[in-house]
C-alpha cells in the first residue's frame, strides 16, 4: 500500500466523495433529461421568415412604389414626362413651373391595398419639354372627345405660359365600386 502514489489516493478519495454526493438514479435522471431536451430541440418553433423571403420572388418595383418607374400603379393613365424625373416628385411640379388648372382624371387600381382610387393628371407648366422618364398609359382612357378623360392634350393651354414640361399625379380620392 506504501507504493500508492499521490495521485492514485487522489483519484480515490475524488471519486468516493463524489459517490456520496451522487446517487446512480439521480445520474440517470439528468442524463435522461438532457436525452429528451435534445431530441425536442428542433421542434421548437423557429422564425424561418428571412430565409422565406429569400426564396420568393422579389416584388415588382411599382409595388413597392418606385414613383419615377412608369409602372407605378398611380401612372395608369398618364401620359407624358414623369415630374419625379425632372425634379419634382410624382405629385409637385418642378421649381419654375406652374400646374395646370385644368387636368384629366383617371381610375388606377392600387395593388398594395385593392382599392381603386381616381387620380388627377396635372401638367406642370411654364418651360419646355423635360424629357426624361417618358410614360404613356391608358387604361380607361376614352376618346378625345370626352376632353376630360383623354391624356393626350396639352393641359397647360389655360396657363399663362403654356409650354408643356411633365405630368404629376394627384389622388382625389377612393373610387366607390
Ligand atoms: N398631357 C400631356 C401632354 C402634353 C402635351 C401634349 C400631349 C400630352
Redesign the pocket.
Known amino acids: 500500500m506504501k507504493s500508492r502514489s499521490i495521485l492514485d489516493r487522489w483519484f480515490e478519495s475524488s471519486s468516493r466523495s463524489l459517490a456520496q454526493r451522487t446517487s446512480r438514479r439521480g445520474f440517470l435522471g439528468t442524463f435522461g433529461r438532457i436525452l429528451v431536451g435534445a431530441s425536442v430541440l428542433p421542434l421548437l418553433p423557429i422564425d424561418r421568415s428571412g430565409s422565406a423571403s429569400a426564396a420568393e420572388p422579389p416584388l415588382k418595383k411599382s409595388v413597392t412604389g418606385d414613383q419615377s418607374s412608369c409602372d407605378y400603379w398611380k401612372f395608369c393613365a ?3 414626362f414623369l415630374c419625379s424625373c425632372c425634379g419634382g416628385s410624382s405629385s409637385t411640379c418642378p421649381p419654375g413651373t406652374t400646374p395646370s388648372p385644368i387636368t ?1 382624371i383617371g381610375t388606377c387600381h392600387n395593388p398594395v391595398d385593392g382599392r381603386d382610387y381616381i387620380v388627377s ?1 396635372n ?1 406642370c407648366c411654364g418651360k419646355t ?1 423635360c424629357g426624361n422618364c417618358f410614360c404613356n398609359r391608358n387604361e380607361r382612357e376614352k376618346p378625345l372627345y370626352r376632353l376630360s378623360v383623354n ?6 393651354m389655360a396657363n399663362d405660359n403654356p409650354n ?1 414640361h411633365c ?1 404629376v399625379s394627384l389622388i382625389l380620392g377612393v373610387a366607390e365600386k
Not at 391624356?151 to 397647360?156: K, L, Q
Open positions: 398618364i401620359d407624358g384629366w393628371y401638367d419639354s391624356n393626350d392634350v396639352n393641359w397647360c408643356y405630368s
